[in-house]
């Protein structure tokens, strides 16, 4: 059977499914804020937020085994290796198992030992119920950690529109019990109650599924490694590293704008780099698929397919980048009034610019970046991130007594596009002219 236009059928289904569940999710956010605010007292309102984006953040706590998982799964399964699916999938369980554990502990000792209605600025709610809710957070993102592992494996066996479904059906059972809860009984504790319950089915339901449905990555004890462990710890490490770098280099702008021109800049700044924000994310959702089957088909040998998809990957996002930036930047000031209000601060020309070329370095790295980690360059990004997190912040620093709101943002496009984009594509292009490598090479690439 031709694995060529298979392929791209797995990408474009498992695009469209993740670019629709997120859809879905941005809306209920959108639209269950507003009834949950109106439920609650302002303060109580502004623990739930608090609260709700913490349980967020901690996704990251898995330390990149997650994403180790899907890689080297989509190997075992380009080499038609079951075994080694199987302890990949076992020894992640594991691993996981016993980070949330670990986990649960941290929570129980510290939920219960700090002031957290001191920490949190939550003084009107009961320091025992704020203690509560936030044992409750730690505890379901300790559960989460090992569920998450179904969801990477569905990705990696180019079934990836199951874990977007799945994704789906938790989003809306929470909305659903949201709703429900404002109508018979709002309050603080059964809104957060509801909001973790339902946040366990998007990675529940693949679990589930995976260990009734996929023969070949059911998981048991017997089938776990020492190699693997160390495989996955070490690439995990790595993709964890980035994924920290990432969050620092693109979340503190806001951060140097309040602390250098005043805190109400954040939101002239903040309002529409979100709106700017989704056209890379949605490339990533098209994009992140094929991590999956760069891996599968290196372990095939199928370099030319690889090297095509590359080509045609950084091509079209690049221009869809560029064809969002020109529609976007001339609407902008029209949304940010129509979101915020006829008071909200139209951004100046120059970050509008910003924003452009923002979306457009973005488009293109994101790409040139979900390559690199299918090839199992790692190593690589690591010394232009660690690079570019540095010279970011310092940069944006220097340029917001220059150029005002606008200087962080040209800062992150300037570094990104010098130390980040243009390296990696000279790194992509040494390894497309390289021969054909074996899956165990690439492991050792990315170890």
């Not at 349980?55 to 898995?62: E, H, I, N, P, T």
Request: charged fraction near 15%; hydrophobic fraction near 55%.
């Amino acid at each position: 059977m031709n694995q060529i236009p298979c392929r791209w059928r797995r990408i474009l289904a498992v695009g469209a499914t993740t670019v629709g569940a997120r859809g879905i999710s941005l809306l209920v956010t959108l639209l269950a804020l507003p009834i949950v605010g109106r439920c609650l007292e302002k303060e109580e309102f502004g623990l739930w937020l608090n609260l709700t984006s913490a349980f967020g953040m901690l996704s990251v706590l898995d330390f990149g085994v997650g994403l180790a998982v899907m890689g080297q799964v989509s190997e075992a399964r380009g080499s038609e290796d079951v075994a080694s699916t199987r302890r990949v999938v076992t020894t992640a369980l594991v691993l996981l198992t016993g980070a949330a554990v670990l986990l649960l502990a941290l929570c129980g000792l510290l939920a219960f030992t700090l002031d957290w209605s001191d920490l949190l600025g939550a003084d009107r709610v009961p320091a025992a119920v704020v203690g509560q809710l936030v044992f409750a957070v730690g505890a379901t993102a300790a559960l989460s950690l090992p569920l998450a592992v179904a969801g990477r494996v569905y990705y990696a066996l180019g079934r990836g529109h199951v874990t977007a479904l799945s994704t789906s059906a938790g989003v809306l059972a929470q909305a659903a019990g949201l709703l429900a809860v404002a109508a018979l009984a709002p309050g603080l504790r059964s809104f957060t109650a509801v909001y973790l319950a339902t946040s366990l089915l998007g990675g529940l339901v693949p679990t589930l599924l995976l260990a009734r449905r996929v023969r070949g990555a059911r998981p048991r004890l017997r089938h776990v490694d020492r190699d693997t462990c160390g495989r996955l710890g070490r690439e995990g490490a790595q993709l964890f590293f980035l994924t920290l770098m990432g969050i620092v280099s693109f979340k503190s702008d806001s951060f140097v704008i309040g602390h250098y021109l005043g805190a109400d800049q954040i939101a002239a700044y903040v309002l529409p780099f979100t709106v700017y924000a989704t056209v890379p994310t949605v490339a990533g959702a098209f994009l992140t698929p094929l991590w999956a089957s760069y891996r599968e088909a290196w372990a095939r040998g199928d370099q030319a397919w690889v090297r095509g998809a590359y080509l045609r990957s950084v091509g079209l996002s690049t221009a869809a980048g560029a064809v969002a930036a020109s529609v976007l930047v001339p609407v902008t000031p029209w949304l940010v009034r129509l979101w915020g209000g006829d008071d909200a601060a139209v951004p100046p020309p120059g970050l509008l610019a910003a924003l452009g070329g923002y979306v457009v370095i973005m488009c293109a790295t994101t790409a040139v970046a979900v390559f690199l980690n299918g090839a199992g360059e790692l190593r690589p990004q690591l010394v232009v991130g660690s690079v570019m997190t540095v010279a970011n912040v310092l940069a944006s620093v220097w340029s917001v007594h220059r150029l005002g709101l606008a200087g962080p943002l040209w800062s992150t496009v300037v570094t990104q596009t010098l130390i980040v984009l243009v390296p990696s594509m000279l790194v992509a292009h040494r390894r497309l002219a390289r021969p054909r490598l074996a899956a165990r090479d690439v492991l050792r690439t990315a170890g």
